[in-house]
């Protein structure tokens, strides 16, 4: 059973940052695209950032330049540096993982809060 686990979520004010964190475990034989979505109240999921297994990166547009995303493929993790955050920012952040058991599947985390006053 594979299950990804987030981290570091929480309350900053606009301006602050904020690290994430997100681990898999379980049974498995490799990791490829790993990626950070958002979803905000009452709207629907979007991408925030992805990383390849050869480490290449792809960021949505409202998050260039202020976010960066960097896996550690020795622990599993894929981390999201948020830097200069804004309200607009606020959102439950998923990560997302293809994953190879048999099959390379996608798999996701249940959720990490964040909320950036103003």
């Known amino acids: 059973q594979v299950q990804l686990v987030e981290s570091g979520g929480g309350l900053v004010q606009a301006g602050g940052s904020l690290r994430l964190s997100c681990a898999a475990s379980?049974?498995?034989?490799?990791?490829?695209?790993m990626g950070w979505y958002r979803q905000a109240p009452g709207k629907q999921r979007e991408l925030v950032a992805t990383?390849?297994?050869?480490?290449?990166?792809n960021y949505a547009d409202p998050v260039k330049g202020r976010f960066t995303i960097s896996r550690d493929n020795a622990k599993n993790t894929v981390y999201l540096q948020m830097n200069s955050l804004k309200p607009e920012d606020t959102a439950n952040y998923y990560c997302?993982?293809?994953?190879?058991?048999?099959?390379?599947?996608?798999?996701w985390g249940t959720g990490t809060l964040v909320t950036v006053s103003s």
């Open positions: 990383i390849t297994s050869a480490g290449s990166t």
């Open positions: 997302k993982m293809r994953i190879a058991t048999t099959v390379y599947m996608d798999y």
């Open positions: 379980g049974r498995f034989f490799s990791i490829n695209t």
